[in-house]
């Protein structure tokens, strides 16, 4: 598989060196997404990728993470900790992001506490400093892309290992309304995590559920969701609605530079 992997890469890199380039193109390589020196005989050897494929490979996984959008809107930068508890979950979450060898965090409490943004922000900054790909997924998009898989083990596979082996894995509202009366929505989601927390893979998630009540609804996996997240949990007790005060926030703004514009 390696010896495969690495001769289609060279073959790519011969490809890109015939083919040559446009004046768009990166100025390092022309386009060739390669650089290249002369050797003793005066032949053209291939060092290795240039950086510009670097670059590329960034702009697909921001493309294909499903937050491209959400990363200019949800940043560290611009989260109104206005409070002790966000304060100290901002600051958390920073941490999350410094720490290598953390694997889960947990966002956990009622709707409009600044979950999201907060886990979106991490996304960001993961993405940013360590280039690994990060998926994200909204449960209720999960469950139902799961519950329309067909009954062929190949496309089951091939659906559940995305999430499986994704570096960086992002649920959003996890168990958000859940049908009890499905088991197979847990097992299948029981399966995804289960298997990311065997391989020490990165996973965020979000929900509003506290993690007594995570535990309630299944205790394998907010067992090990907890386990792996070694003290990163977050549980929103005391935050007024975030999410209506910064629509307040921007309303306010918005009255302002009307006010100003008529006078």
Known sequence: MVLS????????????LKEGANSSDCPICNGKRVITKRNSLGLLEIVGPCDCTKQEYYKKI????GLKEKFEECTFENFNAYSDELIFAKSMCKSFVSDSLAKNLLLLGKSGTGKTHLATAVCEKLLNIY???ILYVRYRELVQRLKGLTLSLEEREKFIGKYKNISNLYIDDLFKNMD???????????????YRYSKRLKTIITSEYNLKELLSIDEAIAG??????????????????????RIKEDMSKRYKSF?????
């Not at 992997?5 to 890109?16: H, I, Q, Y």
Request: no cysteine.
């Open 5 to 16: 992997n690495v001769s289609r890469l060279l073959e790519d890199l011969k490809r890109n």
């Open 62 to 65: 921001i493309e294909s993470s």
């Open 131 to 133: 280039k690994k790909p």
């Open 180 to 194: 009890k009366r499905y088991e197979t929505e847990k097992q299948l989601v029981f399966e995804i995590l289960d």
């Open 224 to 245: 090990r969701l907890g386990e792996r997240a070694k003290g990163y949990i977050m549980v929103f007790d005391n935050v007024k609605n975030y999410r209506a005060k």
């Open 259 to 263: 006010s100003k514009g008529s006078g």
